[in-house]
T-cell receptor
Framework: GAVVSQHPSWVICKSGTSVKIECRSL??????MFWYRQFPKQSLMLMAT?????????EQGVEKDKFLINHASLTLSTLTVTSAHPEDSSFYIC???????????FGPGTRLTVL | QKEVEQDPGPLSVPEGAIVSLNCTYS??????FMWYRQYSRKGPELLMY????GNKEDGRFTAQVDKSSKYISLFIRDSQPSDSATYLC?????????????FGRGTQLTVWP
């Protein structure tokens, strides 16, 4: 149980385009989903927290207009990187939390490369 | 000062060795403690989860929490090459309605045959 999937697993795009990453909880309902960014040999950096049906809460320094998060259902959250630039190239990982629990289950990550 | 400190290593041990991984923290409000294992280019996988001081054992893994010292450990017995990965400690303040986790930097472990 507690499986989280992400799609796509990797994506290469041109500078200026937008990229959407999906995060799904496959066998449980996730009231809260988190989006992280990870640079090589660095730990996870929390970007934003999203609760189903409400606006995401962004961490300081994360541009909400650049990283659009939609948590439309209890099993799906999406992160859209708008007008991507090479500095947005990174490993993006989502996690999901069941209501009342303090553990998070992570997706396999999406590697974004912006040319 | 970061809320969670973890030595990034790298740590290299022979197969069969006992591995000790550690984290310290400064926020006494943390009550829930987790260890995640992350293979290269993969998402973190939950290994151990505990919410009290003392030891918790699961197979070859033992998680230890000392709240008085604000120190947590993960021990791996009879380490295997397949244990080679980055190990991340994480902790949570139960009072946070957002359920945010605070992560250490991760320790890179290599177990050589």
């Amino acid at each position: 149980g507690a499986v989280v999937s992400q799609h796509p697993s990797w994506v290469i795009c041109k500078s200026g385009t937008s990229v959407k990453i999906e995060c799904r909880s496959l066998d449980f309902q996730a009231t809260t989903m988190f989006w992280y960014r990870q640079f090589p040999k660095q730990s996870l950096m929390l970007m934003a927290t999203s609760n189903e049906g409400s606006k995401a809460t962004y961490e300081q320094g994360v541009e909400k207009d650049k990283f659009l998060i939609n948590h439309a259902s209890l099993t799906l959250s999406t992160l859209t990187v708008t007008s991507a630039h090479p500095e947005d190239s990174s490993f993006y990982i989502c996690s999901a939390r069941v209501a009342g629990a303090d553990t998070q289950y992570f997706g396999p990550g999406t590697r974004l490369t912006v040319l | 000062q970061k809320e969670v400190e973890q030595d990034p290593g790298p740590l290299s041990v022979p197969e069969g060795a006992i591995v000790s991984l550690n984290c310290t923290y400064s926020n006494s409000a943390f009550q829930y403690f987790m260890w995640y294992r992350q293979y290269s280019r993969k998402g973190p996988e939950l290994l151990m989860y505990t919410y009290s001081s003392g030891n918790k054992e699961d197979g070859r893994f033992t998680a230890q929490v000392d709240k008085s010292s604000k120190y947590i450990s993960l021990f791996i017995r009879d380490s295997q090459p397949s244990d080679s990965a980055t190990y991340l400690c994480a902790m949570s303040d139960r009072g946070s309605t957002l359920g945010r986790l605070y992560f250490g930097r991760g320790t890179q472990l290599t177990v050589w045959p």
